[in-house]
């Protein structure tokens, strides 16, 4: 039986506006012409990811065929393909997410393209548990850890991970477990949300935004939405004039809510625990590499890798950043911010 035939979602004038109206970039497969004139303008497509650094992630790799990797965090699975690819049907690659979401469609994206469970395994887990994963399937000969959001998280307005599109205050990689953005806030004091702020993002004006937040919270108004917290850090920055003030208000929003999802994510937890447990899932001479996406990220990595390689668990490390070319940068605006650090393993 034929599946019956679905109109797509009617949308008011000439382009569709809502994320869920983007039918042709939330199934880029079917467009490719669209897309690739989205990402000519220098913009990353609704509902997918651009990976970055691939270039440099595959030379330091140096991936053989029939090794066996491993992919800490799956998002659109870009990284996982060029790997896949470069393995040409030997060995396996193991690949990690705990977005059950985003998870579901890329292992169908993947299948697709003619990577089965062959070569291919998913797990739905976080990259804290890679001990877990190796006490299962054995040591690696390479691992990749991509540290950033993925632009589908971003850009459904449903996950709440951007202050550019009204919607709940959630924040979670996994919508599953944990609790959202938006009850995090009520169980923090003015003090401890400072704090929170400072330390998860270096947020300059922490003191006056943890101050309005607090005042809302207590004064009964609740903080649900995106556009709430929104309008808070803007009016929290109210004292800063002129054209100054948009871009402040910009780049403070970016930061207050980096700081958040890190908060009930507990990413940098989540990534001391993974930076401790990486060596020993790694085979002698098994290669490590990995993507930040801020200050923080790239301090916990860099001084693990350091710390491991005095007590000669590391043969090699990292001894500089590597950064984006410019013509990447250009290409995608999401890459400015990336660093990658390798480490090899004794």
Known sequence: MEPKHQRRVRYKG???KRYDEKYKELNPELYPETIEKVIKKG???????????????????????????????????????????????????YALDIDPIESVKTKERLLNKGYGEDVLTIKHCNFKNIDFISREVGLF????????????????????????????LDLRLNPQKGIPASQRLKELNKAQLEQLLIENSDEPYAKEIAGNID??????????????????????????????RKEAVKKSAARVFQALRIEVNSEFDVLHEFMEKLPFILKPGG????????????????????????????????????????????????????KMRWAIKA
Do not use: W
Request: aromatic fraction near 6%; charge should be neutral; proline fraction near 4%.
């Open 141 to 168: 000969d390479f691992v990749l850890a991509d540290l950033g959001v993925s632009s589908m998280q971003i850009d459904n307005p449903e996950r709440g991970f951007s202050y550019k599109k009204e919607g709940p």
């Open 215 to 244: 005042s809302y919270l207590k004064a009964g108004q609740p903080i649900e939405t995106t556009t709430q917290l929104y309008k808070i850090i803007e009016k929290s920055l109210s004292f800063i004039s002129g054209k100054e």
């Open 287 to 338: 290669k490590a590499a990995i993507l930040t996406f801020h200050s923080g990220e790239d301090r916990i990595v860099k001084k693990a890798f350091k710390e491991m390689k005095n007590l000669g668990i590391y043969s090699d490390v990292a001894r500089e950043v590597i950064r984006p070319s410019k013509e990447e940068c250009r290409i995608n605006s999401r890459a400015k911010s990336t």
């Open 43 to 93: 913009s990353t497509p609704v509902g997918m990811h651009l990976s970055i650094m691939v270039n440099e992630i595959l030379e330091f790799l140096d991936i053989q065929e029939g090794q066996i990797g491993l992919d800490c965090t799956l998002g659109y699975g870009g990284h996982t393909l060029k790997m896949l690819e470069r393995l040409n049907h030997t060995g396996h690659l």
């Open 14 to 16: 000439t382009h569709p």
